[in-house]
Nanobody
C-alpha cells in the first residue's frame, strides 16, 4: 500500500522560497502509470492544484503557479520535492502530495488518489 508523507519548514517568511518534501513508501515514484501531484488548501478556500510530475519525470505547473514553481525528485530516496519562490501570506495553506491516476492528474481534488496527511505552511514575519 502506497504511503506519502509531506514535510517542510512550517513557517516561511515573505519573499523566501518554500521547499517541501514528499517521501513515498510502498511504490516507486519512477513506476509506470501514476502521476504525482502537489495540491494545497488555503484556509477557508478550495483545494488548488499546484502541478504534477509524471513517473517519467515530466512536469506540469498550473498557470497561476508556473512562474514560481519547480518540482524535482530523487528516485534513490523515493522522494519528491516542491519549491515555491517569492512566497506571500497568500501562500499560507496545507500542502499535500498525492499519487493519482492519469485521468485525474489535472484535478484539484482527485477522488481515487492516495494522499499524504498534509503539512501546514504559514507565511509570516
Amino acid at each position: 500500500q502506497v504511503q506519502l508523507q509531506e514535510s517542510g519548514p512550517g513557517l516561511v517568511k515573505p519573499s523566501q522560497t518554500l521547499s517541501l518534501t514528499c517521501t513515498v513508501s510502498g511504490a516507486a515514484i519512477e513506476g509506470d502509470y501514476y502521476y504525482w501531484t502537489w495540491i494545497r488548501q488555503p484556509p477557508g478556500k478550495d483545494l488548488e492544484l499546484i502541478g504534477y510530475m509524471s513517473s517519467r519525470g515530466t512536469t506540469y505547473y498550473s498557470p497561476s503557479f508556473e512562474s514560481r514553481t519547480s518540482m524535482f525528485r530523487d528516485p534513490s530516496k523515493n522522494q519528491l520535492f516542491l519549491q515555491l519562490t517569492s512566497v506571500t501570506p497568500e501562500d499560507t495553506a496545507v500542502y499535500y502530495c498525492a499519487r493519482v491516476r492519469p485521468d485525474e492528474r489535472l484535478s484539484s481534488n482527485p477522488q481515487t488518489g492516495s494522499w499524504g496527511q498534509g503539512t501546514q505552511v504559514t507565511v509570516s514575519l
